[in-house]
Nanobody, 123 residues
Framework: QVQLVESGGGSVQAGGSLRLSCTVSGLIFDDYAMAWFRQAPGKEREGVSCITWNSLRSYYQDSVKGRFTVSQDNAKNTLYLQMNSLKPEDTAMYYC????????????????WGQGTQVTVSS
């Protein structure tokens, strides 16, 4: 059974930082690209960042470039998202997901999803 479990969300003030983690079990981590998505109330789910299985390439949504950093520890089957200089517009439920490739961060290309962790940024 494949499981993706996110953690690390919380409430911070604007300008603060959070580090999200996603621990994966039940699939061969090295066979998948891993991504972070987010969804704010009333808005569509959007891709935030993706990293290839070998960490050679990473991709970011324009709004988070220079503030967020995606990484992974393949030995621990864990994906991370370091979020700095957080803004109120970053407030959303954050999900990790797995797919054979980053696929342009299109959500419908991702096979496996976690349950999400809430990030709230106050001004």
């Amino acid at each position: 059974q494949v499981q993706l479990v996110e953690s690390g969300g919380g409430s911070v003030q604007a300008g603060g930082s959070l580090r999200l983690s996603c621990t994966v079990s039940g699939l061969i981590f090295d066979d998948y690209a891993m991504a972070w998505f987010r969804q704010a109330p009333g808005k569509e789910r959007e891709g935030v960042s993706c990293i290839t299985w070998n960490s050679l390439r990473s991709y970011y949504q324009d709004s988070v470039k220079g503030r967020f950093t995606v990484s992974q520890d393949n030995a621990k089957n864990t994906l991370y998202l370091q979020m700095n200089s957080l803004k109120p517009e970053d407030t959303a439920m954050y999900y990790c997901a797995a797919a054979p490739s980053c696929g342009g961060l299109a959500w419908y290309r991702y096979n496996y999803w976690g349950q999400g962790t809430q990030v709230t940024v106050s001004s």
